[in-house]
């Protein structure tokens, strides 16, 4: 898939959605010439993306100020060990997951998505590390995605290797819950969360019902890492070696809090790296002394830039 540019500049294709983007500063046009420099220094940039960029989607995150779910209501995401354990749990999620699939599943590229795309085309960019699980960039035209925590596109069984579309098991789950779903009132204004689900009445959830793996009867799960899971060895060493041979790493949208994506910064300083980092609010990296900081809207900047 292609998007129109306009010379060999990104510019902003669609309207943004602010709802979820914290308070900011306009980027400045000395920021724009400090970012340009970087990018013209830089012949292959690794770009690491973090749920910053989607906020300009409408998909909350849960760490910004004032607009994340943490900081509005304390929603807290759903813990490894708790999905295991427990069938409340999982039913819960199930079912708060199936009420918000669709609305998920709808929100669009925004424009910094598609720069980032067109930055790959034009091979300024060599890969997008992301820790998102919406699958934006690759619905830009992005090629070049690795999903660090996995995608929400895909549910896998914990024991075999059976894995299915999460579209297919929207119906499935359809088809089981048909008399509660066709009895039940669904409100459709209820907030969406950042892994894709929302509140619904416990009534509901009490009855909902969610299947086994058909193959193999083991629990079947998103296919991302929750909190309290690991990121995969081969995936981690995969990034470890694109960084290597990258001249830069560009962090867009990340507060870098979690480790598995604050490690790659680590090693970009450590391996001496240009490193520029693109997010509204602070950011764990922001003590290196070699770094570029932008406190800046990620569709803002990226769609000032000519590569």
Same mark, same amino acid.
């Given at each position: 898939?292609?998007?129109?540019?306009?010379?060999?500049?990104?510019?902003?294709?669609?309207?943004?959605?602010?709802?979820?983007?914290?308070?900011?500063?306009?980027?400045?046009?000395?920021?724009?010439?400090?970012?340009?420099?970087?990018?013209?220094?830089?012949?292959?940039?690794?770009?690491?993306?973090?749920?910053?960029?989607?906020?300009?989607?409408?998909?909350?995150?849960?760490?910004?100020?004032?607009?994340?779910?943490?900081?509005?209501?304390?929603?807290?995401?759903?813990?490894?060990?708790?999905?295991?354990?427990?069938?409340?749990?999982?039913?819960?999620?199930?079912?708060?997951?199936?009420?918000?699939?669709?609305?998920? /599943? +709808?929100?669009?590229?925004? !424009? &910094?998505?598609?720069?980032?795309?067109?930055?790959?085309?034009?091979? *300024?960019?060599? @890969? %997008?590390?992301?820790?998102?699980?919406?699958?934006?960039?690759?619905?830009?035209?992005?090629?070049?995605?690795?999903?660090?925590?996995?995608?929400?596109?895909?549910?896998?069984?914990?024991?075999?290797?059976?894995?299915?579309?999460?579209?297919?098991?929207?119906?499935?789950?359809?088809?089981?819950?048909?008399?509660?779903?066709?009895?039940?009132?669904?409100?459709?204004?209820?907030?969406?969360?950042?892994?894709?689900?929302?509140?619904?009445?416990?009534?509901?959830?009490?009855?909902?019902?969610?299947?086994?793996?058909?193959?193999?009867?083991?629990?079947?799960?998103?296919?991302?890492?929750?909190?309290?899971?690991?990121?995969?060895?081969?995936?981690?060493?995969?990034?470890?070696?694109?960084?290597?041979?990258?001249?830069?790493?560009?962090?867009?949208? /990340? +507060?870098?809090?979690?480790? !598995? &994506?604050?490690?790659?910064?680590?090693?970009?300083?450590?391996?001496? *790296?240009?490193? @520029? %980092?693109?997010?509204?609010?602070?950011?764990?990296?922001?003590?290196?002394?070699?770094?570029?900081?932008?406190?800046?809207?990620?569709?803002?900047?990226?769609?000032?830039?000519?590569?």
């Amino acid at each position: 898939m292609h998007f129109p540019v306009f010379g060999n500049s990104c510019r902003p294709f669609t309207s943004f959605i602010t709802q979820f983007v914290p308070k900011h500063q306009k980027v400045t046009t000395d920021e724009i010439r400090a970012f340009q420099q970087f990018m013209d220094r830089n012949s292959q940039v690794l770009v690491l993306s973090g749920a910053g960029i989607s906020t300009e989607s409408g998909i909350p995150d849960y760490r910004s100020e004032g607009v994340g779910l943490y900081d509005r209501k304390g929603h807290k995401p759903i813990q490894y060990q708790d999905f295991l354990r427990s069938d409340g749990i999982r039913r819960r999620y199930w079912a708060r997951n199936y009420c918000g699939w669709n609305r998920f /599943s +709808s929100f669009e590229p925004n !424009s &910094g998505h598609k720069c980032l795309a067109e930055w790959e085309r034009q091979k *300024k960019v060599s @890969a %997008i590390v992301t820790q998102n699980v919406d699958r934006l960039h690759q619905r830009a035209g992005s090629e070049l995605v690795i999903e660090l925590h996995g995608s929400a596109y895909t549910v896998a069984c914990l024991s075999c290797k059976y894995r299915v579309s999460r579209y297919l098991f929207q119906q499935t789950l359809t088809q089981l819950n048909e008399d509660i779903i066709t009895s039940h009132e669904m409100d459709r204004n209820q907030q969406l969360r950042p892994d894709g689900d929302i509140d619904i009445d416990s009534e509901f959830v009490s009855l909902f019902r969610y299947p086994s793996c058909p193959r193999c009867e083991a629990l079947l799960k998103p296919d991302i890492t929750f909190f309290g899971d690991n990121v995969s060895k081969a995936i981690v060493n995969s990034v470890y070696e694109m960084l290597s041979q990258s001249d830069a790493l560009l962090v867009i949208g /990340s +507060s870098l809090q979690v480790y !598995s &994506g604050y490690r790659f910064a680590l090693t970009a300083k450590e391996l001496n *790296k240009a490193i @520029a %980092i693109v997010n509204i609010g602070p950011t764990r990296a922001d003590t290196f002394h070699t770094i570029l900081r932008f406190n800046a809207r990620a569709g803002d900047i990226l769609t000032q830039i000519v590569v």
